[in-house]
């Protein structure tokens, strides 16, 4: 599958990165040839094989139903580009 | 389909089609995947874990509880129960939703398809299907109006257990949507999996809202988020519907979109941040394995369950006779069945759930207070009915000391002795009573020996009036028989 | 000094107990070629002070005689774990910074069995790089040189993403190294700097508190001088955690019994499609000798098929990419790292992200992102979990006939830093090692001599799922066979 340059744009806007024009010229070639690369595997005929969702087979472990967590907005806030208050703050979102 | 959902327009009807996703909390102390309290009303990011803020290497860990509760959610809701189902990463980015996915269930939730039996005000019913319910993180919660420019962001909800109950568009109406939130709630309620709390935002619905001709394909559907009370559910269906109806009859197209209901206007408005195209990219978390339910722990928990409302109405109805729809109104919470059947113990049962539902629910709105609140207690209702059925009092005399039961908190019994409410059925005081009335009315009772039968009914409450309410009206209607005869 | 920089871990351990050195004289020893090798760019950060506290706090315990497993050992960290107190990035700008409030599970546990932490090492940004180029502070340099040939006098590469980490232990600037390995980042490195590399089961080392590329794939391991390194550090580093969903419960084998255990009655696969077309005739060369040496110890070897292995790098090309720019949407500036500001919450995302993150992690974020979207989840994600099944299928056909499988780490030694390769050409490095994450495996590489141009060559051991004690049987075999005692030019004396 070879991506043009507005399926570049698309999936940059999706995963939010900034991405300039000159660069979206070069990652569409880039992408292009990863995904051309990875499309052998249409070689095979995978029509009845179940896909993998987990590689060890073992069951999800459950933990029980105990506060033993938080409590310290402090720690939490520490590393916060912005704060007020105990707030995380970002750019005003219109809804 | 019953016809009168259908809405008049202005060149012919057109018909609604609701469906609902409904947002319920699961009613646990720790978040769905970390340790930190699902408690409400914490300050500002306390309740929050390095899992909830997504901090780098942070992994889920699922509680059990939550688990449970869905398992029992869906058994109450007469749902097929996955026994392996998957959790999925549905990806977006939000200032509120920390790891940029939120963990839901997408393609194997853990509970299938189940159904709700709604009732609606004439008495009829209606099932509602579900088409599934599954577990999933809530997000945090983002302040708008804090700062000029900025948004302020607290993670207290964030990762809080969610079941999100999705039903089919089986609804046609906002009576049928609000009746079916009422029963969702009182089934979560009476399951106890969620405290069906509104205000506090343990219950929201989203709705989903088209109309078309009918008979036709199904119209384009705009999705309201976040509902959180029934009154709005309501007011936001209607104008919605209002809308839609409007736009379609002048020629244009409804738009899918998702829309904001405004409290302060009581109608619906598009969202301003108009999201581009949504491609939520879901795939099974891979910090997370297959959920493996055993077989026997699900039957363990369906043989545990709880009597849920229609088992309650059933019983209700069987057992004390009760009709549909006050059986109906009875069985909506557990406390009101609980104190009902209190009230009722060794009473006439159909008296007490019409004084309960008529002059109790009645009083209780008026004052705008709970029946836990009610100044009258379930055993002093029963105690008033006691004497009632014993002729001690005459169901006119009933509500005058019911009033001042609400009034002053006293039993029936404190009220009647006081007030010397007690009804006359000393024959002796009430042929007093008769024979001054007839002889006062000399002309009325000529006329109803002459054949003038009606008149009877005239000479009871005469003498009823005379004794002022108080005596026993079997005993006059006999009494006044006899001498009329003569 | 040269003395202490240059014995093992276990050696270290009864030096220690015989009080033939200090705690404290080791780890100023560690401090001080890490100094001498400074040029390498292996540490992104020291951490000194700490160091020589836990280093008194150790000989303390010495003095008591209550020494614990790693008791005085001096520890590089690779900067994908998470270290309390101490700036954790991931060698990318966009973690610049940030300083968790908490340890990540598997360092806990080193800590706790008596290690001193020297610092920080550098990596691929993310782990996602096969070279440490991607590193936002830079490559680190393998202290190996070409002593012949085209790569003569060139600095060179020591694999990645854990290439901080090898670099520094070939340097013998720290004594072990915990690495993590998504695809081969353990392995490929160690291979390349002439170490011994080991990436455990999944399941077996937490991965609570270590940044994650791709969950499904990601495992920590040691990277030691020896395999009896190996089977100490391992021993300290696994373990069940119930803060990791995906953590095993089972115990791990014992590992020192079975260095000692030999290979004699063991069945030895040797997998057909591990030759490749442009293979390296030094390392089919060295492969073979392998294969006597383990015939000679007395195992068995037979050839086996392994059919999908081919199939292998592409379907890691989708599932750790899809799995990454999942893992990666939490950089997104708003509770730690860096943040570049915005009009508009978006425009504050893409430039933050935009800005952040390094080239291949941009890259790989997109190709994750749209083997993911609407319209190709099927085509591409869906289709490479199949072709996943097939390979673990592969493995476990081939393991009821076989104790383990034995074949080159790499296709290549080290080549040179800054040789301009687009990126298929770059994933080749890791052919050989994807297939044991894909399948969840343990694998083991192994030193086993050098190239022409005087550069180490690796042998690789795959065991089935928890069998980590057969790769200590293979790879003390092999190590003793091989007797690798070369020293890296670039090392500390
Ligand atoms: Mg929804
Ligand atoms: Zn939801």
Known sequence: MSIDKQTVARIAHLARIAVDDGAQERLKAELSGILAWVEQLNELDTSHVAPLTSVTGHALPMREDAVSDGGDADTILANAPEKAADFFVVPKVIE | ?486 | MSELLSMTAVAARAGLAQKAFSARELTEAYLKAADDTAALNVYVAMTADKARAMADASDARLAKGDARPLEGIPIGIKDMFCTEGVETTASSRILKGFVPRYESTVTARLWDAGGVMLGKLNCDEFAMGSANETSAFGAAVNPWQATSGALKGKALTPGGSSGGSAAAMAARACLLAPGTDTGGSIRQPAALCGLVGLKPTYGRCSRRGIVAFASSLDQAGPITRDVADCALMLTAMAGHDAGDSTSLSAPLPDLESALTAGVKGMRIGIPDEYTLDSMNAEIIALWQQGRAWLEDAGAQCVSVSLPHTRYALPTYYIIAPAEASSNLARYDGVRYGQRVDGATLDEMYAKTRGAGFGDEVKRRVLIGTYVLSAGYYDAYYIKAQQVRRLIQDDFAKVFQDVDALLTPSTPTPAFALGAEMDALTMYLNDVFTVPANLAGIPAISVPAGLSSEGLPLGLQLIAPAMREDQLMRGGAVLEKAAGFTHIAKGAAA
């Open chain 2, 1 to 486: 389909m019953n016809d009168n959902t259908l809405i008049e327009g202005k060149n012919g009807q057109w018909e609604v089609v609701i469906g609902l996703e409904v947002h319920a909390q699961v009613s646990s102390q720790a978040k769905l995947f970390s340790g930190a309290s699902a408690a409400f009303g914490a300050s500002a990011n306390a309740h929050v874990s390095m899992v909830d803020a997504a901090m780098p290497g942070m992994l889920p860990v699922i509680n059990r509880y939550c688990v449970e509760q869905a398992v029992r959610t869906g058994l109450g809701l007469n749902a097929e129960i996955n026994l392996v189902s998957i959790f999925d990463r549905k990806n977006y980015f939000y200032a509120d939703l920390p790891q940029g996915y939120q963990i839901s269930q997408y393609k194997q939730p853990i509970v299938g398809e189940g159904s709700i039996s709604i009732t609606l005000p004439d008495g009829t019913s209606r099932d509602i299907g579900i088409e599934r319910l599954h577990l999933e993180q809530d997000a945090g919660k983002s302040l708008h109006d804090q700062h000029p420019s900025k948004s302020y962001i607290d993670l207290n909800r964030s990762g809080v257990a969610l079941m999100e109950i999705v039903s089919r568009p089986d609804m046609r109406s906002a009576d049928e949507a609000a009746a079916y939130v009422s029963k969702l709630r009182a089934i979560l309620r009476f399951l106890g999996t969620c405290d069906g709390n509104m205000e506090q935002g343990s219950l929201r619905a989203d709705c989903n809202v088209s109309v078309r001709r009918p008979g036709a394909e199904l119209g384009t559907r705009t999705e309201t988020k976040n509902l959180n009370s029934i009154r709005f559910i309501a007011q936001a269906i209607n104008s919605e519907v209002a809308r839609q109806v409007q736009i379609l009859e002048n020629g244009g197209t409804i738009e899918q979109e998702t829309r904001l209901f405004d409290t302060s206007t009581g109608q619906t408005r598009t969202m301003r941040s108009k999201e581009d195209a949504h491609d939520y990219r879901y795939f099974p978390d891979p910090d997370l394995l297959p959920l493996n339910l055993e077989a026997a722990w699900v039957e363990d928990l369906r043989k545990n369950l709880p009597e849920l409302p229609d088992a309650l109405r059933a019983r209700l109805m069987e057992q004390y006779g009760l009709s549909a729809y006050d059986a109906s109104l009875i069985s909506e919470d557990r406390n009101t069945a609980a104190y009902y059947e209190k009230a009722a113990a060794g009473q006439d049962a159909k008296l007490v759930a019409n004084w309960m539902v008529v002059e109790l629910f009645g009083a209780l709105n008026k004052m705008g207070i709970t029946l836990e609140e009610s100044p009258v207690k379930a055993e002093e209702l029963g105690q008033l009915v006691a004497r009632i059925s014993d002729g001690t009092i005459s169901g006119r005399i009933a509500k005058d000391v019911f009033a001042l039961m609400l009034e002053s908190g006293k039993d029936a019994d404190a009220i009647i002795e006081e007030q010397g409410f007690q009804q006359v059925s000393d024959s002796g005081a009430i042929e007093e009573m008769i024979d001054k009335v007839l002889t006062e009315n000399a002309d009325k009772v000529a006329e109803y020996q002459g054949g003038k039968d009606k008149l009877f009914g005239f000479f009871v409450g005469q003498v009823m009036k005379a004794s002022q309410g108080q005596a026993n009206p079997a005993v006059v209607n006999d009494l006044l028989k006899k001498k009329l005869q003569k």
